[in-house]
């Protein structure tokens, strides 16, 4: 298993500013992901942030919106810029587990943009 | 492309009463199968996998679910629902893909509400 923790937990923010939601994990692991999860809805992937290489962005995410950085096995950051009201949101980072296909999650970062 | 398809958006249960929420995936092949409950203001938990072997697999807090093929279907089930089992219940498939990717798709959700 992996023990994952956000920060912020949760944050109001201007529209127009940036918010930088760090992810750390207690130990190495390979794939990261970052979701976003509106009001009773579904996860929907941002991207996909392996060690050492370029994040992968599902349709609808730009890098320029949502910069990730991964710099090491454990720890990866997403980047909501210039932010406007439709960016709030929970957002989660996520892990694949070592031994098989098995997901952990963070418990979220709730962001509000006024 | 996979997708997942959760067809009750909300479920209402007596506690005690018995409990099936239902999953359909679209797949090629067998994919990795997962069940996750979200419990208010937490994280997502994993309540059971399958990957492939015996159909019927069993998970923590009582949860089991099976694996039918035939129905690209994998329901999750309970026999009692206790209170705290209230919570959002999400399906999920995962399929390997080029280059030792891994692409993840949830459902969106079915929200279980237990009735005292």
């Known amino acids: 298993s992996a023990v994952i923790s956000q920060k912020p937990s949760r944050d109001i923010c201007q529209r127009g500013t940036s918010l930088t939601i760090q992810c750390q994990v207690d130990?190495?692991?390979?794939?990261m992901f970052w979701y976003r999860q509106q009001p009773r809805q579904s996860l929907t992937l941002i991207a996909t942030?392996?060690?050492?290489?370029?994040?992968?962005?599902e349709s609808g995410f730009v890098i320029d919106k949502f910069p990730i950085s991964r710099p090491n096995l454990t720890f990866s950051t997403l980047t909501v810029s210039n932010m406007s009201p439709e960016d709030s949101s929970i957002y989660l980072c996520?892990?694949?587990?070592?031994?098989?296909?098995?997901?952990?999650f963070g418990p979220g970062t709730r962001l509000t943009v006024t | 492309a996979q997708s997942v398809t959760q067809p009750d958006i909300h479920i209402t249960v007596s506690e005690g009463a018995s409990l099936e929420l239902r999953c359909n995936y679209s797949?090629?092949?067998?994919?990795?199968l997962f069940w996750y409950v979200q419990s208010p203001g937490q994280g997502l938990q994993l309540l059971l996998k399958?990957?492939?072997?015996?159909?019927l697999v069993q998970g923590i807090k009582g949860f089991e679910a099976e694996f039918k093929r035939s129905q690209s279907s994998f329901n999750l089930r309970k026999p009692s629902v206790h209170w705290s089992d209230a919570a959002e219940y999400f399906c999920?498939?995962?399929?390997?893909?080029?280059?030792?990717?891994?692409?993840?798709?949830f459902g969106r959700g079915t929200s279980l509400i237990v009735h005292p």
């Open positions: 996520s892990v694949l587990g070592t031994s098989s296909y098995e997901q952990y």
């Open positions: 130990s190495q692991v390979t794939m």
């Open positions: 942030a392996n060690q050492g290489s370029e994040a992968t962005y």
């Open positions: 797949y090629g092949a067998t994919p990795y």
């Open positions: 399958y990957f492939s072997g015996d159909t």
């Open positions: 999920a498939v995962g399929a390997s893909a080029s280059g030792g990717s891994y692409i993840p798709t």
